[in-house]
């Protein structure tokens, strides 16, 4: 009894911030979930769900705002790989931390009107070490998507999806770039392309590369993105400063952050170029 009393004390409730892709899972029932990865900054629970996204990262405001995530002020509990948790009923239980969420972010916001002269006029400078450098499928990408070869584009996507190591394989944030620099900046053409592009690495994401991967690849096919690509995707609409969001983006993660930007550069050439042919 005494230790029961002393849990319910040690308990934490606090309230949070959580992105609008992630309301069909934090609004449905109570789930179970899981933690994927624990970091001092964020943590991953994987929710036992068919909804997308299935995957919830819970972080302070030091981490990276994935499109998945739900914001809280204050730290998080200490956590380990595998322990258990609850995700639903707009509530979060993760060891001692009772999160509940009272604000919703957009991660997907609209980008206001595009300037397609300007467009064209945007040179984007080669990201630093990207993860897939000289890889085949990834110039087979980008041409096809410049050139509309929907069966050239289809197939380098499939190659690409789970290729590469890490939570976040650098083929998936290649992909994630495209899609989202498509859905934002393109014109009707590109967003027809990005509807085939968003069906192929979605259609069995969950098999083929890693949960949290898998998520991200789901919200990106539907625009939704962390802001340092938004921030970066306005500056090239002239919105914001493009060099200092460029900056910002190249830093995340070990290659993700070149690995985004490279797929960026793929979506806007193809966004000019299938422009023109409009």
Known sequence: ?????????ARVHVTGAASAAVRPVLAAPKQPARVL???PSG???????????SVIAV?????????????????????TVGDEAAVGDRAVELGPLSL??????????????????????VRLPDPPEPGLAGDA???????????GRLLGAVTAAERLVG????????????????????????SERARWLADWLAATVTFDARTRTTPISATLLHC?????????????????????????????LHRLGHTSGSDLAQGIAIGLRAVVSLGRAE
Not at 59 to 79: F, K
Not at 114 to 119: F, G, M, P, S, V
């Open 1 to 9: 009894m005494t230790v029961s009393v002393h849990a319910r004390r």
């Open 37 to 39: 990865a624990a970091f």
């Open 43 to 53: 943590v991953y629970l994987e929710v036992r769900t068919d909804l997308e996204p």
């Open 59 to 79: 972080i302070t405001g030091e981490a990276t705002r994935l499109p998945n995530s739900v914001l809280l002020a204050g730290p998080l509990p200490q956590v």
């Open 100 to 121: 509940s969420v009272r604000r919703w972010w957009d991660p997907s916001p609209p980008m206001g009107g595009i300037d397609r002269a300007r467009l064209a006029r």
């Open 137 to 147: 499928s990834v110039a087979l990408l980008a041409d096809s998507c410049a050139e």
């Open 163 to 186: 290729l590469g190591p890490g939570l976040t394989p650098s083929g998936d944030d290649v992909l994630a770039g495209l899609l989202v620099t498509l859905r934002h900046l393109g």
């Open 220 to 248: 990106a096919a539907r625009g939704e993105a962390s802001p340092e690509v938004i921030g970066v995707l306005r500056g090239i609409a002239g919105s914001q400063p493009l060099q200092p969001a460029l900056l910002r």
